[in-house]
């Protein structure tokens, strides 16, 4: 199976929107990453918002514009880690939401932010059942599985799993070509005991395993989520 890892923090591999383009207008405030980003009709999606300047700086609102069939929750804050709080802000989708890109316009202490962009899709990808089929305690990879149901679209036959392995302080993150055969999907991952160097990942015999699927047309799945033991 070919596979590639993103041996990086969770903010690099999962996430998009650099600062740069707002610096390069002189901007004074931006988004410094979000994710997902894209939200599901018919579903409430999480989305994860991080906003530079920590508590000095605090997100205020989020706006999707336009915003007809799309309702914004209650903004939660994480804690600051380096000077940057990630935000968690649910956000419900009408399954009867118009497709296609909008902005996504967030608003803090010192005002408006510049506007990223967020999808509707056409069609949903969604994921459930998630397991490790193997999950040796010194083996050199992590295989899993997962149920897949493409209403719309195409899966394709190696749609992208995402996946987080949290198993303490610094989690396991990255990506991977996954197989598909009677719509289930099995991948593999790199074992967290084969990562080494500065942002080598924490391992622990139990851990919590979180995975989101794209298919062919890069439209994102749910998000599900599954203990693992190794052993």
Known sequence: MHRYFLATTLAAALLIAPASRAAAQGLTGWIENYYPTQLVPGQTTTL???ING???NMLMSVEVMPSTGVTVGMLKPSEVREGVIWW???ITVAKDASAGKRAL???TQMGKLLPV???IPDHVLTISNLKATSAPADGKTVEFQFTANEQGGTLGPEPMAWFMLNCGKTPEVGAVKAKVAN???T???PHPKTITGPAAPTYAPKC???VHATDAAGVESNTVKAPIEFK
Request: charged share 15%; no cysteine; glycine share 12%.
């Open 54 to 56: 920590g508590r000095n």
């Open 88 to 90: 968690q802000i649910p």
């Open 183 to 185: 719509g289930v999907v």
């Open 208 to 210: 919590e395993l979180e």
């Open 187 to 189: 991948a593999s991952m």
């Open 105 to 107: 316009v967030g608003t």
């Open 117 to 119: 962009d967020i999808t």
């Open 48 to 50: 994860n918002v991080a």
